[in-house]
């Protein structure tokens, strides 16, 4: 194939050095975008089986949303929402989670209205101001899922095995469970009024931000990473000793269904959150031994929030829901070697080759065949080699004289036999052999 010769143009250059992606921000492409689509359409069909349907709200949304959602005196809220702005003056956030922004959704679309429970899942970026650090980004990827409708500990129980299929479906092979119960804002005030005093005379050793966590938001306390704070956390009263008959009965149910289901778990009574909404059951699902569970990486977090809705001016819902860091599942899938074989490679020599071929790679999309193809390449040679590194079974060889009398090679890869056939029964052909290959 003659190609038009490229223009010399002179430029100068823009940038002494070229530009990078922001800090904390990082581009997903092959291979990882293959786990990245994988982890999608595993969470897109188990949310049709599970009865999820798709939302889609927007990466911005109004300020006081995740201060009143979130909350202030979280982290979140506190040091990592980007905030700006705009030439109008309204303020808006870059959403850092999704909770607030569905929970928006549904009260100023009525979904109250819809038939009860109403389950919705999403799949985008989230941006927080963190210190970016392995596996921690400014702008990463979250697969979320939201149930709304009765206050039922079944509901907890039934999110938690979705949790659970997605993370085994995916390929984690070692996972396990970590739940909590931090009750209703009762039985909190009561264990505030315990923690407040178990901390009380040992603010000096603890961190700077946990010395503000103090006054602010005694609970974070047993969320901080420093070293001397957790030590100090040790000794500190459990919540599950303060809770209100209610949630006790609640979380009791929970922990009996994962039993009925078989979910390995364990208590974590120090487990909190980083988020204000949360109330009852907490979880999250860790990759690893549960041995490890201290150094074991996070890579889902959930929990109910049945004041969320009201709290943001809606009705009166109690919901449950779950967050799945998609880094984070990527990094730690056991199976790193993304499967991309194809079942058929399809070569072509020559224009009226290539023209023909364009109408046959059609064919195969509808009949659902996995190809392989090259039509800016022209070397037969090139194009073979790229047969076999895509462990394509065969290769279809279109040259001029097949297009002439309509007509196509079917080559077999391993044993490199060759037959020619009519090009209008070349798909059935394919379909053919590759049952016989799989039967
Ligand atoms: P959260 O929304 O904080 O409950 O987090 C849910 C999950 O999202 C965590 O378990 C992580 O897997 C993931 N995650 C949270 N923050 C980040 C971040 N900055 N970068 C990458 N993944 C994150």
Redesign the pocket.
Known sequence: MSRPPKKKIRKKKLFKEPLQSPKGTHDIFYPEILHFTRLERICSELAEFFGYKRIEVPVIENKALFEHGVGIGTD?VDKETYTFQTKGGDWLSLRP?FTSGIVRSYIQNSMDNWPEPVKLWSWGPLF?Y?NPQA????Q?W?ADFEFFGPLDPIVDAELILLATKIVKIFGIKQSFVEINSIGCPECRANYRKVLKQYYHTKTRKLCSDCKVRFKKNILRLLDCKNETCQEIKKGAPEILNYLCKDCSSHFQKVIEYLDLLGIAYILNPQLV???DYYNRTVF?LKAGLAEDAAKA??????GRFDYLMKLLSGPDVPACGF???V??MIELAANKEENEDVDVYLAQIGDSARHKLIVLLEEFRKAKIKIGFDLARDSLKAQLKSADRLDAPFALILGQEEVLHDKIIIRDMKSSLQETINLADVVEEVKKRLAKLKS
């Open positions: 979140i989670e927080r963190e596996g921690r980004y400014r990463f979250q959150r980083g988020l999250e990486p996070a890579l889902l977090g959930g967050a799945i860091g880094e984070r």
